[in-house]
């Protein structure tokens, strides 16, 4: 009770739902905060990546993926301050020295993949053409050229996997060299063939890093 001039005032005891809602007020506030500093998104993406909550790239962006890794992070926190409270960036040190448990057990793999927009489809065909068959591409070779390098988009991504725990381990597999499939498949034509006799392909292989 709190006794106030002119009577006695009661103390009104804060609901579960205040509390939540204080609580939820000031970590959007947080967020708002990193959202708009590159610097402490970088910082986080990296502290949420390490302790396996965020399984994308390293950015200074705040994108759904990360909103998504600090949605799950504080979950996490939130869960163990009832009996044991620490800070954000307590949680994810600890959880960073424990190896990393905000996740799953096995390392991060992302696959990148390079989509060709048509101009830039077309200019690659035309450079080729012209430096293995010492002329400009037709309009059905550009076509024909530029869905065979849709067609590998696939085959020529490259994976990033990702090691966990505070001292990451990235390892990069390249995809399909594009440039060198279309290549290899110009050069195979019988205009190809006949242009190697002049030079056009050896050349153009030199150019590339692969004659001989």
Do not use: W
């Amino acid at each position: 009770m709190v006794v106030k001039k002119g009577g006695i005032t009661p103390k009104v005891a804060v609901s579960e739902e205040q509390k939540k809602s204080n609580t939820t007020s000031e970590y959007t506030e947080f967020l708002s905060v990193v959202a708009k500093s590159p610097a402490l998104i970088t910082g986080y993406s990296k502290l949420l990546k390490a302790a396996g909550y965020y399984k994308g790239k390293i950015t200074d962006k705040y994108t759904p993926a990360l909103q998504k890794a600090f949605s799950a992070a504080e979950e996490a926190r939130l869960s163990i301050s009832a009996v044991r409270p620490m800070s954000r960036d307590s949680f994810l040190q600890e959880t960073i020295d424990l190896g990393g448990t905000g996740g799953d057990s096995g390392p991060t793999t992302v696959t990148n993949v390079t989509k060709y927009k048509p101009e830039a489809a077309q200019q690659l065909v035309n450079s080729i053409i012209q430096d293995t068959l010492g002329r400009k591409a037709t309009a059905a070779e550009v076509k024909k050229y530029s869905a065979m390098l849709k067609a590998v988009e696939g085959k020529a991504a490259s994976t990033t996997t990702y090691g966990k725990g505070a001292n990451q381990t990235q390892t990069t597999m390249a995809g399909l060299n594009e440039q060198q499939y279309l290549v290899d498949k110009i050069s195979g034509t019988d205009e190809g063939k006949a242009n190697k006799v002049l030079g056009f392909y050896e050349t153009f292989m030199n150019a590339l890093g692969g004659g001989r």
